[in-house]
T-cell receptor
Framework: DTEVTQTPKHLVMGMTNKKSLKCEQH?????MYWYKQKAKKPPELMFVYSYEKLSINESVPSRFSPECPNSSLLNLHLHALQPEDSALYLC????????????FGPGTRLTVT | RKEVEQDPGPFNVPEGATVAFNCTYS??????FFWYRQDCRKEPKLLMS???SGNEDGRFTAQLNRASQYISLLIRDSKLSDSATYLCVKDAGNMLTFGGGTRLMVKP
């Protein structure tokens, strides 16, 4: 099973809302990632969790708050977002290490109004 | 200079053609490289890993030239279903850096 699932598929939220994106994998991977992808651009790394601990934060604004409750789950809590935060948010997972393929979920398409 | 650079294309080729994409990178500390394909409004899917000088998988061949710091992807006998954006990716310890992607359109 090489599947990463994400919910919801689509999300529309106002700038004062609080919402969460969810990601789940059952491949035994111990590294999980959040990426942001704008239209016609490549994915940009936001956060990396390794063994359930935050190891990389690519200077992401605090209105994005990641959480890794266990080795299979990864959440991204959203609060007070801006319209420019509208994008496709991708979750990925891999084995931790120097050379390890990352597998992506289908993404959540977020629109901030 | 971007860390990973690709020709954005589009490459318009007929079915059955052979097409090659190149990708150049900086910061040679990276151990491994990947090619991902991404269909419109879908997630990136791993196509090939490129760990040493290169490898082949069916119609797809990837080559890595560390001295010149470039990676190539060759697609033989192109199919309509190969139409997608191909992303060249550099891996430096679980941190992926993506190129801007090369768009391929295979026409009947």
């Amino acid at each position: 099973d090489t599947e990463v699932t994400q919910t919801p598929k689509h999300l529309v939220m106002g700038m004062t809302n609080k919402k969460s994106l969810k990601c789940e994998q059952h491949m035994g991977h111990r590294a999980m990632y959040w990426y942001k992808q704008k239209a016609k651009k490549p994915p940009e790394l936001m956060f990396v969790y390794s063994y359930e601990k935050l190891s990389i934060n690519e200077s992401v604004p605090s209105r994005f708050s990641p959480e890794c409750p266990n080795s299979s789950l990864l959440n991204l809590h959203l609060h007070a977002l801006q319209p420019e935060d509208s994008a496709l948010y991708l979750c990925a997972s891999s084995h931790p290490g120097q050379t390890s393929e990352q597998y992506f979920g289908p993404g959540t398409r977020l629109t901030v109004t | 200079r971007k860390e990973v650079e690709q020709d954005p294309g589009p490459f318009n080729v007929p079915e059955g053609a052979t097409v090659a994409f190149n990708c150049t990178y900086s910061n040679s500390a990276s151990q491994s490289f990947f090619w991902y394909r991404q269909d419109c409004r879908k997630e990136p899917k791993l196509l090939m890993s490129v760990y040493s000088s290169g490898n082949e998988d069916g119609r797809f061949t990837a080559q890595l030239n560390r001295a010149s710091q470039y990676i190539s992807l060759l697609i033989r006998d192109s199919k309509l279903s190969d139409s997608a954006t191909y992303l060249c990716v550099k891996d430096a310890g679980n941190m992926l850096t993506f190129g801007g992607g090369t768009r391929l359109m295979v026409k009947p």
